[in-house]
């Protein structure tokens, strides 16, 4: 990569892997927030699906302020905003402030990946776009591990009623750091063109022009594809680990093992999708990924296994629920002209986040009803055939140049 293709990489993969660790907190100690504070699975699940909600209107919203004032600019601002909130968290007294509170740190969680993934997308030229940008997704897997290892060390340190608020004070630290090198990350080129263009034209952009003419299409089906595989990746994540400690009779500490499997797996398929995105193209990554997720998730909760064979199948479910993100940033970059592309790229990923957000709550409900095995698949295996469809139904981008245009 040149000089400024590189700082932009490992600044975005670094914030992307502070927003995977500040998100998957929540996760981890669902169970304990379920103990001190008396509250129900279906309750719990709220949080992650108001955070998700929450995000879902910060990407859009992001999406579109990047367009009009930079995708740089508009990164800081997320990175400090869904920093400070992380911080709040730890200091809650009950459930009510910690929703409210993870539903506004969820409006810059959101934020960021809409205008990280843009810059990346407008950064990185065609031919590497796909292993870059999908190299970057793997940050997340990287933030994942963090909060896992903080969680195995805090609650190994500290009593529950302490350690889950550290938890989320380890996740708003680091951001700062990302935040202040993320000044010195240039503007593309590309963006910059377009909205000198724009402004001497005097036509600015709507944010409802991605609804308009062909382009409506494109956004109905990237909407419904981002939601199948959001949907699909979060009610799986969120309630992994109170699977493993409930229905697989694990501790918390001892569970760290199962979701070690999953994180190296989630990372080895990032960096699998990454070069499969540009090695393939966008949609076979897509349509491979969504069968093998659907396949593996079942296996999963729905054979009867020993833990060590669970242990051993955390490394596919990692790989095939995670590593399809890697396509999904270059994709949606290059389906939208450079003018409307944040506020269509960040519309359709978090509709798809919002829609996806639904999915943490109706599991936890569902578990009321029948083993929360069976609750994950039925929900995760009905989300990645929405996906695999929208993709079908997609075009194939790999390799399009992006250019300025007013």
């Known amino acids: 990569m040149t000089a400024p293709e590189r700082r932009t990489f490992w600044a975005c993969a670094a914030g992307w892997a502070l927003d995977g660790m500040d998100f998957m907190i929540y996760p981890l100690v669902i169970g304990t927030i379920i103990k001190l504070w008396n509250v129900d699975a279906g309750t719990a699940g709220l949080a992650a699906t108001v955070t998700l909600l929450a995000s879902a209107l910060g990407g859009w919203l992001a999406g579109y302020i990047a367009d009009r004032i930079g995708r740089v600019l508009t990164l800081q601002i997320t990175i400090l905003w869904f920093s400070v909130f992380s911080l709040v968290c730890a200091f809650t007294q009950d459930f009510s402030q910690l929703l409210i509170v993870r539903a506004l740190l969820g409006l810059g969680f959101g934020g960021e990946w809409a205008a990280g993934a843009v810059l990346m997308g407008e950064t990185i030229r065609a031919q590497y776009r796909g292993r870059a940008v999908g190299s970057v997704q793997s940050g997340w897997a990287v933030g994942w591990g963090l909060a896992v290892l903080a969680q195995a060390i805090l609650f190994t340190l500290l009593p529950p009623e302490a350690a889950w608020r550290w938890m989320f004070v380890i996740g708003a630290a680091p951001a700062l750091l990302?935040?202040?090198?993320?000044?010195?990350?240039?503007?593309?080129?590309?963006?910059?063109?377009?909205?000198?263009?724009?402004?001497a034209s005097g036509d600015r952009p709507a944010i409802w022009e991605?609804?308009?003419?062909?382009?409506?299409?494109?956004?109905?089906?990237?909407?419904l594809m981002a939601a199948g595989c959001q949907g699909g990746y979060y009610a799986i994540t969120t309630w992994l680990p109170r699977f493993l400690t409930t229905e697989r009779g694990l501790s918390?500490?001892?569970?760290?093992?199962?979701?070690?499997?999953?994180?190296?797996?989630?990372?080895?398929?990032?960096?699998?999708?990454?070069?499969?995105?540009?090695?393939?193209?966008?949609?076979?990554?897509?349509?491979?990924?969504?069968?093998?997720?659907?396949a593996v998730v079942?296996?999963?909760?729905?054979?009867?296994?020993?833990?060590?064979?669970?242990?051993?199948?955390?490394?596919?479910?990692?790989?095939?629920?995670?590593?399809?993100?890697?396509?999904?940033?270059?994709?949606?970059?290059?389906?939208?002209?450079?003018?409307?592309?944040?506020?269509?790229?960040?519309?359709?990923?978090?509709?798809?986040?919002?829609?996806?957000?639904?999915?943490?709550?109706?599991?936890?409900?569902?578990?009321?009803?029948?083993?929360?095995?069976?609750?994950?698949?039925?929900?995760?295996?009905?989300?990645?055939?929405?996906?695999?469809?929208a993709a079908y139904a997609l075009p194939e981008t790999r390799g399009k140049i992006l250019h300025a245009d007013a």
């Open 178 to 199: 990302v935040f202040y090198l993320r000044r010195y990350v240039e503007e593309p080129k590309v963006a910059a063109e377009t909205r000198a263009r724009a402004a």
């Open 210 to 223: 991605i609804f308009s003419g062909p382009l409506l299409r494109t956004t109905l089906l990237a909407s």
């Open 252 to 294: 918390i500490v001892s569970s760290t093992g199962y979701l070690a499997a999953l994180i190296v797996g989630s990372f080895a398929g990032y960096l699998a999708g990454a070069w499969l995105a540009d090695r393939l193209g966008r949609r076979p990554l897509f349509l491979i990924f969504s069968l093998g997720a659907i």
């Open 298 to 389: 079942l296996v999963y909760t729905q054979v009867p296994l020993s833990n060590a064979v669970l242990w051993v199948l955390g490394f596919p479910l990692g790989f095939f629920a995670s590593g399809y993100f890697s396509g999904m940033g270059a994709f949606l970059t290059e389906l939208y002209p450079t003018r409307l592309r944040g506020s269509g790229q960040g519309f359709c990923y978090n509709f798809g986040r919002g829609v996806g957000a639904l999915f943490p709550a109706l599991v936890g409900y569902l578990s009321a009803s029948m083993s929360l095995a069976s609750a994950i698949a039925i929900f995760a295996a009905a989300a990645y055939g929405v996906f695999f469809l």
